[in-house]
């Protein structure tokens, strides 16, 4: 249930990309990858499915994320949680754009907003916020309420569970200019663990995250056919 809410929130934000597959979900969606890169590598148009024993593959997965960017956190909280997971990046560079990104996240109803602005929204009053605006309309109510229950807890996990510091953006108000927007509260960034400090992106990843992930055994695949 975590990792389906992990998913959930992951795909309201990209934050992350996550997968979570029954075993033969698993079987089909390997399969379907492998066929993929090997068509993309020999740049050929996409073949007929091939008979499942002809099918070979060099790396087996629960979940198979493809770009290094966002998608790292839904490898890191795999790595986390005991799943097996493969990243595959057509660049040769792993991070994408993120690793110049300034690493915030929107997370209404979080457990730091209220240190910072003495109050925090309901949920009902996120949701209202997200149904005003002009950034979420092309989602779904469903979504809506899925990022709103999920996106905290996500976060919350990430500071209490595995040890990523958090903390809130000062003077970063709401995307969306409504009139009962938080001046700041809702943006949270990644800190230090040693100093506390913000921690942006080109310092996260490959000091925290890449050996996190491979310490578990998972992959990070560069200069790969997937798209």
Known sequence: D???????????IGLSSLMGC????????????????????????????PAEDTVQWDDEAEIVIVGSGTGLFAALFASHT?????VLEKAGL??????????????????????????????????????AGDLYNGTTDEARWDYIHNMHKIMEYMEDEMNYPLMVMRGYGEYDKVSFGQ???????????ENGERIRPAQLIPEYMIPEIEAAGNKILTDTAAK
């Not at 005991?82 to 493969?86: F, N, P, R």
């Open 22 to 49: 029954s075993t033969s979900d698993t079987d089909e969606s390997t399969r379907q990858a492998s066929t993929a890169a090997e068509t993309a590598a020999a740049g050929t148009a996409t073949p007929s499915t």
């Open 2 to 12: 975590f990792l389906k809410g992990v998913a959930a929130a992951g795909a309201g």
């Open 183 to 193: 001046p700041e509260g809702h943006s949270i960034g990644f800190a230090n663990r």
């Open 82 to 86: 005991g799943h097996s997971a493969i």
């Open 94 to 131: 792993v991070g994408g754009t993120t690793m110049t990104s300034g690493a915030q996240v929107w997370v209404p109803c979080n457990r730091w907003a209220e240190e910072v602005t003495g109050s925090e929204w309901t949920e009902e009053q996120a949701f209202a916020y997200m149904k």
